[in-house]
């Protein structure tokens, strides 16, 4: 009680509460980067998947060659016999992060391989994302809202899914790109400082950098400034918040080869330059308000009005003439169908084929974001209470983003910093709530036992009897807001002891009530908090389940659990292995996009298309060639100068994702542009089936011959484990395709060309020719190979 | 080889104390040396004593005359059973001339001089077992499409005495395979061509030659003195053949079993006196034999792995040493799941079966590695040296590798290298950079072509090092945190403003000074705050003593405390008035006040009504009833306080 004692408690409560949340911070930091280490503990410290194989190959390229290198590589190990420039199609900003810091740690002699930083680089970059989402969102609704949103991003499985160890991917770093430059934009609009306007334009050149996402934050931004023009929030902040991050933003982004001239030329740029325009205009009209009485003021107004709309018009003419010249409005493929939803699939099917390009549907919600879902609207609720510049801010970026997530399953992962920080935001409000009238009601409670037992050891009893309270609040909240709720703690102890020494008299609850509207019953907070804490509680069991099992497979090792224990389909890398040692190091290797990435990278062959699905000619001319006929295809992989064939057969140990379900993309795609090629004719009235039932094309197809060349001899039926049916045609043999090498679990199957045969004398070949093509009658043979 | 020489030349009792510190050698040499017929125990000792030889034998060498020895027999066992060919010749050598001869030479066709990995020569005088040193010379006057080597005989041979000699000779890529390209379904069968007769440049009284052979014989030469016996194929005895007696014998026989070539071993050993040596292996493996055409079909491998891949091999075993651990087993994409390891006091056992099995001319490759406890290798030498006694060769079953490379990496800081192998090796330095090295390991770089695993022996690598320079790195972290967070403390007590007198370095300035105030302000208000609680307090004293002096006095006391920190505050609202940044939280400030004093009003009030109260013996009701709305006020006076006092903390 002693006053010294006071003092020393609410001087050095802000000293502790400061060295709480940044300990506090740096926990939620190891959290972020540990829940992502099951995909190494699991497994092992490798590369992910498709696309960081590439990332991956091109940081090694960085690493081993120096940045400059880098820049003018073209690449003549992928798009075969074109070639791709690695330096001007690529977003560089993950591979130049990780190459620096792969750099970083060996001049200080760490001997890291390129792998390892690379494996670690997306669980680095979390923690990051966690922290900036706490900047960010102490920004828009303080401390204890931007710890409680931190430790909910930092286990978010959306983000996990795309950030586990191993996921070298450009999400990876992006989404701390994205939340950091979002947070400079709220700090520049809270401040009005151009120190960190210029920091914001750096952060968006990161962003730029790194993904193409790049553009949601240049047209998010805008939209706010917009908003926040319409709602009359306009001050200078704003300006300086907005204008630098246009101008320097623009010029640093068409520094980046891969955007270049981009940043001014095509459509999703275009909103930015337009609020650039109506904000000076904007500006422009306070400045003249300011100097002018209002009636002159008025006058100018419908002066300004009427030439303005005339330009207006000009300009907008003008524009929309331009942008309707380009082909496709000048919208890139991707960006068209996020306004679209049925656009890709209308128009391109390369883009529909991918499955994180299909719209999500509502398990994977619940499967990604989990309980946010619930609490989101509640944090929409709490940012409007008061609006600020910041709060709208962060209700449009919600808004925005659960409109994209619901056109594209990918960018999912957008929606959930956005649904993190408005949880956050939600749940440390009732928290705040909560606890205060929990505190009212026992502060309460406390005086009246004094009224009962004045003279009694008041203190001792009343510590006594508050602390079971106290530690299951302790106990029950940790993950969550702990540092408001500490805080918290801390107040409500000395306020206790303040009110303790008040005397014993009743304290009129009205009183009370009037000045703090927010009070609920003592229960009905006990048992809220207790819900809110179970709520947390399943969130967290759920996140560290999504991490553990859901989204830790590196999917090119592959395990399965049987009753004799762990079995390990280790396929994919064997047939890599394969090639890359058994193999002439010119050989060309054609396999269906998904694995050009992989065999480049793992067995440094040279592939014919890849996943950067840029030219869909050449993409389509596989799909023809998987679906034609043996020789068709001999002859297009031939010209292509193929000398391996590699498919992915899932049927022998029910692999479900292998080339005969991906087949009829292939088709579709390879039809797209070789007409011949037609969907219907691998369709059985409109089912796609491999068994007896299915059509004579496709039991014809390379594809299938591949994928089932002498399957039923391992168990004398032909049962595919995938289809769950036997095989429609059994026996047959190869003629142009020769079998060089199968995985142990088939799921790899390599096929070489036959030399071309000896020419046979005129007569004897051309009767032997025409007798076949009278035979068999698949249609289309006249042109059947796209390269003539 | 200076120490060894001296090894050779020192007293009984420190050849006995070298015996102790080198004990590993000889015992592991037991374990590892299956091949020869001599007595194991003395084997350690006799490779020290060779290189002695060497050097004592070079110089007599001169002297010798050729002489009128005479090979009286030549038993020769050639075991094809592996693709490393082991020729075993078991000879009796008789010196017929009237002088003592001191070395003794041996013959090979160049054909498979080339061909020769290792020779050795063991002899035995009874009860100890000897290696002799041998060396290849080229003498004078001697057919010149053969290569020589002369074994330096530990003592002389006198007249009409008879020396018996063991020669193991092996012999690398000596099995050809025929047909070049099988496929998988097929056999490999291999050829191997010898001489007949022991080369010799002696005459041969007696001879015999006997083929050990792993399975079916397709051909062979044929001669009046052969048989087959099971897997034996017998040739002679021949009498009487006068030196450089050829006739060749060609044996074309299949032979499944693993033609494991490592084509290049890189063993990199690494030293860390905190305990630890580490070995990391990195092997480029291939099939030596018959490559295989048609491709590869799974279904046939499967269905009858023995049958259909029996040329090929799938498993590897590395017999590692005792107490190995952290074994891992990958490759340049990622770990390889197929191994296992089993492990006994004695040994460690690796069995890894790569990506996919090796077929004819397939290739792969693969890094294992392994740490071992720093005292089962490291001891102490004379002079203050270290020495690490580890083996040479590669630890798999059976492999035979075209370029070993060993390199040795040894502490930052370690000094007066020397390495003593039994074997000739091309030896360099070289520097390695590893955590946070400033000047770098020293890398002692051994490379020998041709290595089987009769090399499998163990080699000495001294040096000089100082303990204390184990504590260079951690000090350098130390030293490294402590400046971050000496620099961090100089950077926040440091102005680093350019222009002392700027508009904003001012206001910046005033803006501390204006928080420090408010801070001090916040400080007298919890003083305040006290006081309040102390003349509560007082209350409560009073409601149960009765003692209202002691009140009185209390309120007296805190009058004057209310008192003198009001004039502590006036100087602080003062400088506060007049600070224009001040402007935001005057407001707020100055409503504190008003609301202080309002309160301490109510308080004094309060204090005064409940004393009279207990002057005039009311009751505890009625003096409730009269405070009430005064203690209504006073608390919600006291909320407004407080949350004031909060709001101007957070700025």
Not at chain 2, 55 to 72: E, I, P, Q, Y
Not at chain 2, 166 to 186: G, H, N, Y
Not at chain 2, 269 to 285: A, D
Request: proline fraction near 4%; hydrophobic fraction near 40%; charge should be neutral.
């Amino acid at each position: 009680m002693a006053t010294s004692k006071v003092e020393g408690s609410s001087s050095l409560r802000h000293a502790f509460g400061g060295v709480l949340s940044v300990f506090i911070l740096l926990l939620i930091g190891v959290v972020a980067f540990s829940i992502r280490l099951f995909s190494v503990i699991k497994y092992e410290s490798v590369i992910h998947e498709f696309d960081p194989y590439f990332n991956y190959r091109v940081t090694q390229f960085l690493s081993k060659n120096g940045i400059y290198d880098f820049w003018n590589w073209f690449d003549d190990r992928t798009w075969y016999p074109l070639g791709r420039v690695i330096g001007g199609t690529v977003y560089p900003g993950l591979t130049l992060t990780a190459g620096t810091m792969w750099k970083l740690a060996n001049s200080l002699n760490i001997p890291l391989s390129v792998e390892t930083v690379c494996v670690f680089t997306a669980p680095i970059f979390s923690a990051f994302a966690a922290w900036a989402t706490y900047l960010l969102t102490k920004e828009v609704k303080g401390t204890g809202a931007g710890i409680t949103a931190a430790a909910i991003l930092a286990m978010v499985p959306s983000y996990i899914s795309r950030s586990v160890a191993g996921s070298y991917d450009n999400e990876a770093v992006a989404i701390f790109a994205l939340i950091f430059t979002f947070y400079l934009y709220i700090k520049t609009l809270n401040t009005g400082s151009l120190f960190y306007a210029t920091l914001n334009s750096l952060a968006y050149f990161y962003m730029v950098c790194s993904w193409g996402g790049y553009t949601f934050i240049i047209n998010l931004i805008p939209m706010h400034v917009l908003l926040c023009i319409v709602t009359g929030r306009y001050s200078s902040r704003l300006y300086i918040a907005y204008a630098p991050l246009v101008v320097l933003g623009t010029l640093l982004a068409a520094l980046v080869p891969v955007v270049g001239f981009n940043a001014v030329m095509t459509s999703e740029h275009f909103g930015s330059f337009l609020v650039f325009i109506i904000i000076h205009v904007v500006a422009l009209v306070y400045y003249i308000k300011g100097i002018l009485t209002p009636r002159l003021f008025k006058v100018a107004t419908t002066l300004v009005l009427t030439v303005g709309i005339a330009v207006c018009a000009v300009v907008v003419a003008i524009l929309v003439a331009l942008v309707a010249s380009s082909p496709t409005k000048g919208w890139s493929g991707r960006s068209l169908s996020l306004l679209d939803p049925t656009y890709a699939s209308k128009y391109i099917p390369i883009i529909a084929s991918v499955s994180e390009h299909q719209p999500p549907t509502w398990p994977s919600y619940f499967m990604d974001i989990n309980v946010l879902a619930f609490l989101v609207p509640a944090g929409i609720v709490a940012c409007f209470l008061p609006l600020s510049d910041a709060s709208s801010f962060a209700v449009l970026y919600l808004v925005t983003s659960v409109y994209f997530s619901g056109v594209m399953v990918r960018l999912m992962l957008v929606l959930a910093p956005a649904a993190c920080i408005m949880s956050g935001i939600a749940l440390s409000e009732a928290f705040g709530v909560l606890t205060r009238s929990m505190k009212f009601h026992i502060t309460k409670y406390f005086e009246c036992s004094h009224t009962e037992a004045p003279a009694k050891l008041g203190e001792s009893t009343s510590t006594e009897s508050s602390a079971p309270l106290e530690n299951m609040t302790k106990s029950d909240t940790t993950e969550k807001p702990e540092v408001a709720r500490k805080e918290k703690v801390a107040r409500r102890k000395q306020k206790k002891e303040k009110e303790l020494t008040e005397n014993a008299h009743v304290k009129p609850v009205s009183a009370k009530k009037e000045k703090r509207p927010l009070v609920l019953p003592l229960e009905a907070s006990i048992v809220s908090v207790f819900l809110l804490i179970v709520l947390g509680g399943l969130y967290v069991l759920h996140c560290v389940w999504a991490a553990a099992e859901a989204y830790s497979a590196p999917s090119i090792v592959l395990t399965s659990h049987s009753h004799d224990g762990l079995h390990v389909f280790d396929d994919f890398r064997e047939a890599y292995a394969w090639l890359r040692h058994n193999t002439e190091v010119d050989d060309k290797v054609a396999s269906w996009w998904d694995y050009g990435y992989q065999t480049t990278a793992m067995a440094n062959r040279t592939v014919i298309v890849d996943n950067n699905t840029w030219n869909n000619t050449h993409i389509a001319t596989v799909g023809t060639a998987m679906s034609s006929p043996e020789k068709a295809a001999w002859e297009i992989f031939n010209s292509l100068d193929v000398k391996y064939v590699l498919v992915v057969f899932g049927g022998l140990v029910g692999y479900p994702s292998d080339d005969i379900n991906k087949f009829l993309w292939m088709v579709r795609i390879g039809g797209g542009v070789f007409p011949h090629i037609k969907e219907a004719d691998y369709l059985k009235d409109g089912q796609y089936r491999v068994d007896a039932q299915a059509t004579h094309t496709m039991l014809n197809c390379l594809m299938y011959k591949l994928s089932y060349y002498r399957f039923v001899e391992t168990d004398g039926k032909g049962f595919d484990r995938v289809r769950r049916y036997e095989i429609g045609k059994k026996h047959f043999k190869l003629t142009h395709f020769e079998e060089v090498f199968t995985t142990h679990h088939w799921m790899v199957r390599i096929y070489k060309l036959k030399p071309q045969k000896n020419r046979i004398r005129g007569k004897s070949r051309k009767s032997k020719l025409g007798s076949k093509s009278t035979s068999s009658k698949s249609g289309g043979m006249t042109h059947k190979n796209p390269w003539n | 080889m200076d120490l060894i020489w001296a090894d050779f030349l020192i007293p009984r009792e420190r050849e006995r104390e070298r015996e102790r510190v080198l004990e590993p050698v000889s015992l592991s040499v037991d374990s590892n040396s299956t091949f020869t017929p001599i007595d194991h125990r003395s084997d350690g000792m006799d490779r020290r004593l060779q290189f002695a030889f060497v050097l004592l034998c070079l110089g007599l060498l001169s002297s010798t005359a050729r002489s009128d020895l005479v090979v009286s027999k030549a038993e020769r066992l050639v075991d094809l059973n592996s693709h490393i060919v082991r020729v075993l010749s078991k000879l009796k050598v008789e010196n017929e001339g009237p002088d003592d001869v001191s070395e003794v030479l041996l013959a090979l066709p160049d054909a498979q001089a080339k061909n020769l990995a290792a020779i050795r020569t063991f002899y035995s005088d009874g009860k100890l077992g000897f290696v002799l040193p041998t060396e290849p010379i080229e003498p004078k006057g001697m057919p010149s499409d053969v290569t020589y080597y002369s074994i330096a005989l530990p003592k002389k041979l006198g007249k009409g005495k008879t020396v018996s000699l063991d020669v193991l000779s092996i012999f690398t890529r000596s099995l050809k395979p025929f047909p070049e390209e099988i496929t998988q379904a097929e056999s490999q069968l291999v050829v191997y061509t010898d001489n007949m007769y022991y080369t010799s440049p002696y005459p041969v009284k007696y001879q015999s030659l006997v083929f050990r052979l792993p399975g079916r014989v397709e051909s062979y030469t044929k001669y009046p003195k052969v048989e087959l016996v099971k897997s034996e194929l017998r040739y002679g005895p021949f009498e009487m053949q006068p030196a450089f007696s050829y006739s060749p014998v060609v044996v074309h026989f299949e032979n499944n079993n693993p033609f494991a070539v490592a084509n290049e071993l890189v063993r990199e050993i690494e030293i860390s006196h905190w305990g630890n040596v580490r070995v990391t292996e990195q092997y480029t493996i291939s099939h030596g034999g018959a490559s295989l055409k048609n491709g590869f079909s799974r279904i046939e491998y499967q269905a009858r792995p023995y049958m259909r891949g029996a040329s090929s091999f799938r498993i590897l075993i590395a017999k590692l040493p005792a107490r190995a651990h952290s074994v891992y087993y990958r490759d340049e994409i990622g770990n390889i799941s197929t191994s296992h390891l089993w492990g006994d006091s004695q040994r460690t056992q690796l069995e890894i079966e790569p990506r996919f099995p090796i077929f004819g001319g397939w290739k792969t490759t693969f890094t294992i590695g392994y740490s071992l406890p720093l005292h089962d290798f490291l001891f102490e030498a004379d002079g203050g040296k270290r020495v690490l006694n580890m083996t040479f060769g590669c630890p798999l079953d059976e492999v035979l590798v075209e370029k070993h490379i060993v390199k040795v990496v040894l502490p930052e800081g370690s000094k007066d290298i020397t390495v003593a192998t039994l074997f000739p090796t091309k030896q360099s330095e070289d520097v390695k950079y590893s955590h946070l090295d400033i000047l770098g390991r020293p890398v002692v770089v051994l490379e020998k072509d041709n290595v089987v695993p009769e090399h499998n022996l163990y080699f000495q690598v001294y040096y000089k090092f100082n303990n204390i320079s184990l504590l260079s790195e951690p000090m350098m972290l130390i030293v490294g945190i402590f400046l971050l967070f000496v620099a961090c403390i100089v950077y926040m007590h440091t102005d680093l403003a350019i222009s002392k007198t700027s508009s904003s370095y001012l206001e910046k300035l005033q803006w501390e000074e204006v928080q420090a105030t408010v801070q001090h302000i916040k400080n007298i208000f919890d003083q305040y705050l006290a006081v309040h609680d102390k003349l509560e307090s007082s209350l409560r004293d009073l409601s149960r003593s009765g003692d209202v002096q002691s009140c009185k006095a209390a309120r007296k006391a805190a009058d004057a405390q209310f008192k003198e920190l009001a004039k502590e505050l006036k100087p602080l609202l003062t400088f506060l008035q007049s600070c224009s940044q001040a402007s935001s939280i005057l407001p707020k400030i100055e409503e504190l006040v008003t609301k202080e004093k309002e309160m301490q009003e109510k308080e004094m009030a309060k204090h005064t009504t409940v004393v009279d109260c207990f002057e005039k013996k009311l009751g505890g009701k009625d003096i409730e009833s009269r405070i009430a709305s005064q203690q209504q006020k006073l608390t919600s006076l006291k909320q407004e306080v407080e949350s004031l006092l909060d709001s101007i903390s957070e700025i």
